[in-house]
């Protein structure tokens, strides 16, 4: 009885040192310890991004490690992720992870009240190229209805929301988008018909072409997207872009709707970006080239006025400065379209007049 005692003893001591040389060798550290050591002090090859760290702290281990390979970590671009739980995955274990976080993420900002706003069934283009992730909410009209992407309830929205990149929750059954799931339209779909990208630079204003104009369209200013709907093509091509768009109810009173979209290109001046700041500094009579060919908009009352002369391209105020903008385009509102006028030699002087001969 005593000799079993001591063995008793004997073996518990065993049993002490083994889990203080454990908890003090590093070489004993356990598997989620040992991924958050890996990920938060990587090799000097890999380091791990903003996008990757917020996914680790809001606990998507999986997403985070896919994030450095998913080429979404150096995007300078407001962003929205539906992220799968690490449960959620094991549903789909033949998924790529890098494929699967691109084919969740979307370009802008997509807030909880804003899509339990939107239509049933809007579609939303996602990074990953002709994939579309089809957005649902729930038929109660109240604000506690639940919200669905291609089907996956968002179980815990706005978990992060830093002005730049939102994460959503989503918890369910998990599977690749298919390659067809943009060519179903619907009458609110963001989705546009896939071109193949030459470079990046096309990638990135195809992608800031669909945020500015999901934005006008939420804004008052649908007639104008519906124009740049129309005009996609020729966008697409630009390197940045600066538009002067009117809103709605101007379009509706003034009726002037249908000259404003057949002179879009007369009132986008291509490959600038004027924000603001840029455009007030404008001096009298600076000329800027239109997508109309040969066409110029031209400043006729300079910036950095009184609030009683304010700005004017071509005798029409600009009233709305910096009304939507990113890295590449930027809008700015009117209340009119701009008359199409043009510089008339007489006596020697310089004058302006309106295309129908009449001087201004």
Do not use: W
């Not at 005692?5 to 004993?28: D, E, Y």
């Not at 390979?69 to 671009?77: E, G, M, V, Y």
């Not at 109660?140 to 959503?168: A, C, L, M, Q, W």
Request: charged share 15%; glycine share 6%.
């Amino acid at each position: 009885m005593a000799s079993n005692a001591k063995l008793f003893i004997f073996l518990i001591s065993i049993f002490i040192c083994i889990s203080h040389t454990t908890a003090a060798n590093p070489l004993f550290r356990s598997t989620s310890e040992s991924r958050r050591h890996l990920l938060l002090t990587p090799s000097p090859s890999q380091s791990p991004s903003p996008l990757a760290v917020i996914l680790y702290n809001l606990g998507f281990q999986d997403l985070s490690n896919a994030s450095l390979n998913a080429n979404i970590s150096t995007i300078n671009f407001p962003l929205t992720i539906f992220a799968p739980t690490d449960s959620s995955l094991l549903t789909c274990p033949s998924c790529s992870l890098p494929l699967l976080l691109q084919e969740h993420s979307v370009l802008g900002l997509y807030s909880f009240h804003f899509l339990r706003n939107l239509a049933f069934g809007t579609k939303i283009e996602t990074l990953a190229p002709t994939r579309c992730l089809t957005i649902t909410p729930s038929r109660i009209n109240n604000s506690s209805r639940s919200v669905f992407v291609n089907g996956v309830e968002i179980t815990k929205p706005d978990i992060y929301n830093s002005g730049f990149i939102i994460v959503h929750g989503i918890q369910g059954y998990m599977a690749h988008l298919s390659p067809i799931s943009c060519r179903i339209e619907s009458m609110t779909t963001l989705s546009f018909p896939f071109i193949p990208p030459p470079t990046a630079a096309f990638a990135a204003t195809r992608l800031m072409l669909k945020d500015v104009m999901a934005h006008l369209r939420t804004g008052g200013y649908s007639i104008v997207a519906l124009a740049m709907r129309v005009k996609y093509p020729e966008l697409a091509d630009l390197k940045s872009m600066t538009i002067f768009a009117i809103d709605d109810l101007s379009i509706f009173d003034g009726g002037n709707g249908h000259e404003y979209v057949a002179n879009l290109g007369f009132h986008i001046v291509p490959n600038r970006l004027l924000m603001a700041s840029e455009l007030v500094k404008l001096p009298h009579d600076t000329e800027l080239l239109t997508m109309d060919r040969g066409e110029k908009l031209v400043v006729t009352t300079a910036g950095g006025n009184v609030p009683l002369v304010p700005m004017r391209i071509n005798y029409v105020k600009v009233n709305n400065l910096d009304l939507v903008y990113n890295n590449r385009i930027v809008i700015h509102g009117l209340s009119t379209p701009f008359p199409r006028i043009r510089r008339h030699q007489n006596d020697g002087t310089q004058e302006f007049q309106d295309i129908m001969g009449t001087v201004i």
